[in-house]
């Protein structure tokens, strides 16, 4: 309200303003920084760089090392060849991965933002080919400025053109971990690459030279998910890259040969190299913002200047909340590292570690599904011996070839058959194995047809018998459980049991009958009928 109430004086209102919806971008030209943990930068970009570009290049057992075959389902890392049944790995990598960035924000902010993000790196990467190409900041600065010239346009087209050979060359690498890329280089050559190998070379490409060439801190500031939720990993034990305020401030020039005591001023001298520095443009002296990715330039920056001005280094240093509160030493700091969180996080980070590296050494090679055949399930294929039909699917998960033999056991007299054996499957291979199961079904016909299922098992060569049992007592009609056991040949130590199910249908072979279709009941159990002709077909639908 203006004026008393009542008034009828005109209302003023505030007068309107346009207010822009974002931010107009300031180009940033960070200044080159030497130091201890610009080292570590560029150390970490050396080798995840070396392990990206390099990897796909190495040979194992005569394939690539390391191949994610996406058209086969199969993935190669050097000797371990996962499937997709083995997707249980692949969820353990990514809690791993989560439980790691959780316990290192904890213990050291956004070290992976300062050191190890692909987008740090790349820009890395392209700001050094920028400064070669066309100078330190200020040149940059006054190139920016100046007006079109063949001088200008030439540095700009030679660092266009090295930030796109780089940027191509990381799509594809990184097309290289799914198809084989020895292979896609000469697909490159002959230039008979196939549409999603070109689609994927040229958006990875593309998304290298946007994010690092010119989106830059952009990425960091408006479209990485996690530097707006970092905050809630951090408490007040959290390194985090921060500016000594008491020590520094009032801050102020001076000449190196003035006191900075007697003059009454703190330790900053104002030059403003942190900022200058700095990747995303901040001024980490206002305080911890979210847009530093704790790369620790700043930190190298301002040494140089207190070396220079003779003042003790860490001026910006890494530091906890609690340090600054408290006046803590390194090594105060280093304790409280050990605290609840950092314990339970490294605990459960070891313990889910050492249980899939177990996992993994132990992991059988062999590998099977037991499908019941849908199309029969149980028929006679002489009076009391009863057949079912399965296929079996069997994996060599690893790089040795083997042999394996196929045995069932659970019912009596129960015997494989339709299938030779022993089964040879290649390296990283799988099979799928059509077989038939007998079972003799009653007292007074077990041992003859016993006997003449073996005497076809015989003739056929086929069954190694292994399992078959003799012991006599009416089989009930419906589902019984059965084992299967398939075992290597040569490594009895590979072995798997897979349990499934056999269906007896009505004993109606007596009076020259076999039953009908069975139907499955809604507990799984079958419902058998007694009609029909021996011989005939007697089951449908599928069960394991
Ligand atoms: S404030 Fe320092 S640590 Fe943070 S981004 Fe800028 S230079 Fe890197
Ligand atoms: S680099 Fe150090 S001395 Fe220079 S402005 Fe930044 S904090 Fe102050």
Same mark, same amino acid.
């Given at each position: 309200?203006?004026?008393?109430?009542? !008034?009828?004086?005109?209302?003023?209102?505030?007068?309107?303003?346009?207010?822009?919806?974002?931010?107009?971008?300031?180009?940033?030209?960070?200044?080159?920084?030497?130091?201890?943990?610009?080292?570590?930068?560029?150390?970490?970009?050396?080798?995840?760089?070396?392990?990206?570009?390099?990897?796909?290049?190495?040979?194992?057992?005569?394939?690539?090392?390391?191949?994610?075959?996406?058209?086969?389902?199969?993935?190669?890392?050097?000797?371990? #060849?996962?499937?997709?049944?083995?997707?249980?790995?692949?969820?353990?990598?990514?809690?791993?991965?989560?439980?790691?960035?959780?316990?290192?924000?904890?213990?050291?902010?956004?070290?992976?933002?300062?050191?190890?993000?692909?987008?740090?790196?790349?820009?890395?990467?392209?700001?050094?080919?920028?400064?070669?190409?066309?100078?330190?900041?200020?040149?940059?600065?006054?190139?920016?400025?100046?007006?079109?010239?063949?001088?200008?346009?030439?540095?700009?087209?030679?660092?266009?053109?090295?930030?796109?050979?780089?940027?191509?060359?990381?799509?594809?690498?990184?097309?290289?971990?799914? !198809?084989?890329?020895?292979?896609?280089?000469?697909?490159?050559?002959?230039?008979?690459?196939?549409?999603?190998?070109?689609?994927?070379?040229?958006?990875?490409?593309?998304?290298?030279?946007?994010?690092?060439?010119?989106?830059?801190?952009?990425?960091?500031?408006?479209?990485?998910?996690?530097?707006?939720?970092?905050? #809630?990993?951090?408490?007040?034990?959290?390194?985090?890259?921060?500016?000594?305020?008491?020590?520094?401030?009032?801050?102020?020039?001076?000449?190196?040969?003035?006191?900075?005591?007697?003059?009454?001023?703190?330790?900053?001298?104002?030059?403003?190299?942190?900022?200058?520095?700095?990747?995303?443009?901040?001024?980490?002296?206002?305080?911890?913002?979210?847009?530093?990715?704790?790369?620790?330039?700043?930190?190298?920056?301002?040494?140089?200047?207190?070396?220079?001005?003779?003042?003790?280094?860490?001026?910006?240093?890494?530091?906890?909340?609690?340090?600054?509160?408290?006046?803590?030493?390194?090594?105060?700091?280093?304790?409280?590292?050990?605290?609840?969180?950092?314990?339970?996080?490294?605990?459960?980070?070891?313990?889910?570690?050492?249980?899939?590296?177990?996992?993994?050494?132990?992991?059988?090679?062999?590998?099977?599904?037991?499908?019941?055949?849908?199309?029969?399930?149980?028929?006679?294929?002489?009076?009391?011996?009863?057949?079912? %039909?399965?296929?079996?699917?069997?994996?060599?998960?690893?790089?040795?070839?083997?042999?394996?033999?196929?045995?069932?056991?659970?019912?009596?007299?129960?015997?494989?058959?339709?299938?030779?054996?022993?089964?040879?499957?290649?390296?990283?291979?799988?099979?799928?194995?059509?077989?038939?199961?007998?079972?003799? %079904?009653?007292?007074?016909?077990?041992?003859?047809?016993?006997?003449?299922?073996?005497?076809?098992?015989?003739?056929?060569?086929?069954?190694?018998?292994?399992?078959?049992?003799?012991?006599?007592?009416?089989?009930?009609?419906?589902?019984?459980?059965?084992?299967?056991?398939?075992?290597?040949?040569?490594?009895?130590?590979? %072995?798997?049991?897979?349990? !499934? !199910?056999?269906?007896?249908?009505?004993?109606?072979?007596?009076?020259?009958?076999?039953?009908?279709?069975?139907?499955?009941?809604?507990?799984?159990?079958? #419902?058998?009928?007694?009609?029909?002709?021996?011989?005939?077909?007697?089951?449908?639908?599928?069960?394991?």
């Amino acid at each position: 309200m203006n004026g008393p109430p009542g !008034s009828l004086a005109p209302k003023l209102e505030p007068p309107s303003q346009e207010v822009a919806l974002y931010e107009i971008r300031k180009r940033i030209h960070p200044r080159a920084v030497h130091g201890w943990f610009a080292g570590w930068r560029w150390t970490l970009v050396f080798l995840t760089q070396a392990i990206f570009y390099g990897l796909p290049w190495l040979s194992w057992n005569g394939r690539q090392a390391v191949l994610f075959d996406l058209a086969a389902r199969k993935f190669y890392i050097f000797g371990a #060849v996962f499937w997709p049944q083995d997707v249980i790995y692949l969820a353990v990598l990514l809690i791993v991965a989560a439980l790691a960035l959780f316990l290192f924000t904890a213990i050291a902010g956004r070290v992976w933002c300062g050191y190890a993000c692909p987008q740090t790196v790349y820009t890395e990467i392209f700001l050094w080919i920028e400064r070669r190409i066309e100078g330190e900041r200020l040149a940059r600065i006054r190139l920016d400025a100046a007006r079109w010239s063949l001088d200008k346009l030439v540095r700009r087209a030679v660092k266009h053109v090295s930030w796109l050979a780089v940027a191509l060359w990381t799509g594809y690498t990184f097309v290289g971990y799914f !198809s084989p890329i020895h292979d896609l280089g000469v697909s490159v050559l002959t230039r008979s690459l196939g549409p999603w190998e070109s689609f994927w070379i040229l958006f990875y490409g593309f998304a290298t030279y946007g994010n690092a060439g010119f989106m830059r801190e952009q990425v960091c500031k408006y479209m990485c998910p996690y530097a707006r939720f970092q905050s #809630v990993m951090f408490d007040k034990d959290t390194l985090v890259i921060t500016y000594d305020r008491e020590r520094g401030e009032p801050r102020g020039a001076r000449a190196r040969s003035v006191d900075p005591r007697q003059k009454g001023i703190g330790d900053c001298v104002d030059c403003g190299i942190c900022v200058q520095v700095c990747p995303t443009g901040i001024d980490i002296r206002n305080g911890l913002q979210y847009e530093c990715i704790g790369c620790a330039a700043c930190i190298d920056g301002c040494n140089q200047v207190m070396d220079k001005m003779s003042y003790p280094r860490g001026l910006i240093r890494y530091a906890t909340e609690n340090a600054l509160a408290r006046n803590l030493d390194a090594h105060s700091i280093q304790k409280r590292m050990l605290r609840p969180r950092m314990l339970i996080y490294g605990a459960l980070l070891l313990a889910i570690i050492a249980i899939a590296a177990g996992s993994l050494a132990m992991r059988n090679p062999l590998k099977v599904d037991v499908i019941r055949d849908r199309g029969a399930l149980a028929r006679e294929s002489v009076p009391g011996l009863i057949e079912n %039909v399965y296929r079996l699917q069997l994996m060599n998960t690893d790089e040795t070839p083997r042999r394996f033999t196929i045995a069932a056991a659970g019912l009596p007299g129960i015997a494989v058959v339709g299938v030779e054996q022993p089964i040879a499957i290649g390296p990283a291979s799988t099979r799928l194995i059509a077989l038939r199961v007998q079972v003799p %079904v009653d007292d007074a016909d077990r041992d003859e047809n016993h006997e003449r299922g073996r005497d076809e098992r015989h003739e056929e060569g086929r069954g190694d018998g292994r399992h078959e049992e003799r012991r006599h007592g009416a089989l009930e009609p419906g589902p019984h459980k059965i084992e299967f056991t398939i075992s290597a040949v040569e490594d009895q130590e590979v %072995v798997r049991h897979e349990k !499934s !199910s056999f269906i007896v249908p009505r004993r109606c072979h007596l009076a020259g009958v076999v039953p009908p279709p069975l139907a499955l009941a809604a507990d799984g159990r079958a #419902v058998p009928g007694c009609h029909g002709v021996a011989g005939e077909r007697v089951g449908r639908g599928a069960q394991r």
